[in-house]
């Protein structure tokens, strides 16, 4: 892995990298994780306003939460991952969602930079305020359960949803 990645808050400036990053995850046919990364980038600058504006609770619907977002980048500028952290918590996200949703590209994955995205999102995670980070992911995410594990994840009850998938959830104490 290379030692050097950060995370950077969305700008217009990484347009291209960003529209690489998106093309190989839709190419991929993978569920796009976090949510955020599933926004249409057609037009850039809108989905840019759209993410800084939901980091202040401004033009997001009716029962969500302010939520941050942020890319993984290395020092080339290249778009390794992203994630999205959730200011607070509602009932839906403390079963199924979590303060924390984060994904690498296909192509950057069993590199480590699962472990250092959710490391520094941690940071962020703290200073929001958030004291206590819950982070799930699908029983089935054996990957995704050892990077949290690897942050300080503590197991708590699963969640099973209503279409059987089972929600392994864990809370990182900040």
């Known amino acids: 892995m290379e030692p050097t990645v950060f995370l950077t808050k969305p700008t217009v400036e990484l347009k291209s990298e960003y529209q690489e990053f998106y093309q190989e995850w839709k190419d991929s046919g993978e569920e796009m994780i976090?949510?955020?990364i599933g926004k249409d980038p057609a037009n850039f600058p809108e989905m840019?306003?759209?993410?800084?504006?939901a980091e202040q609770g401004k033009n997001i619907p009716a029962n969500w939460v302010p939520d941050s977002t942020f890319w993984l980048i290395n020092k080339n500028k290249?778009?390794?991952g992203a994630v999205n952290i959730r200011h607070r918590l509602t009932d839906k996200l403390f079963n199924s969602g979590g303060?924390?949703?984060?994904g690498i590209r296909p192509s950057e994955r069993k590199?480590?930079?699962a472990t250092k995205l959710l490391s520094l999102a941690?940071?962020?995670a703290r200073e929001l305020g958030i004291q206590e980070a819950?982070?799930?992911c699908d029983e089935s995410n054996i990957g995704s359960a050892k990077t949290i594990m690897n942050n300080g994840g503590v197991p708590d009850t699963d969640y099973v949803m209503e279409?059987?998938?089972?929600?392994k959830r864990f809370w990182i104490y900040l």
């Open 99 to 102: 303060h924390i949703g984060y």
């Open 78 to 80: 290249k778009i390794i």
């Open 134 to 136: 819950l982070v799930v």
């Open 163 to 167: 279409d059987g998938n089972i929600i």
């Open 111 to 113: 590199k480590g930079y």
């Open 122 to 124: 941690l940071e962020k």
């Open 48 to 53: 840019i306003q759209s993410l800084l504006d």
């Open 34 to 36: 976090p949510w955020v």
